[in-house]
Nanobody
Framework: QVQLVESGGGLVQPGGSLRLSCAAS????????RGWYRQAPGKQRELVAT???????NYADSVKGRFTISRDNAKNTVYLQMDSLKPEDTAVYYC??????????????WGQGTQVTVSS
């Protein structure tokens, strides 16, 4: 099975920074995209950022200009650099690995989530 190991979450003050990492291991097919989603208490899970194998990155309006998604394909790892953090960024952050040859045949694998808390 595919395993996604997330790290980098924690407690940070407003205006601070964190970097999340998500390393994939095991057997999986062609990577379609990597991404990060988050879910705050009582709210729906929402897209934060995605980085396709081919194409351009995509960011939620709420994080654009503050967060940066990147990847290291050799390490099967995706990163989320989070700067200028705000209390409203507090959520559980989930790593996404989407595999498949095309959008009609993709399989989504989710990490277990890592808590990010922004508080003074």
């Amino acid at each position: 099975q595919v395993q996604l190991v997330e790290s980098g979450g924690g407690l940070v003050q407003p205006g601070g920074s964190l970097r999340l990492s998500c390393a994939a291991s095991g057997s999986f097919s062609n990577i379609y995209l990597r991404g990060w989603y988050r879910q705050a208490p009582g709210k729906q899970r929402e897209l934060v950022a995605t980085i396709p194998a081919v194409g351009t990155t995509n960011y939620a309006d709420s994080v654009k200009g503050r967060f940066t998604i990147s990847r290291d394909n050799a390490k099967n790892t995706v990163y989320l650099q989070m700067d200028s953090l705000k209390p409203e960024d507090t959520a559980v952050y989930y790593c996404l690995l989407r595999t498949g040859a095309n959008w009609r045949a993709v399989t989504d694998i989710w990490g277990q989530g890592t808590q990010v808390t922004v508080s003074s």
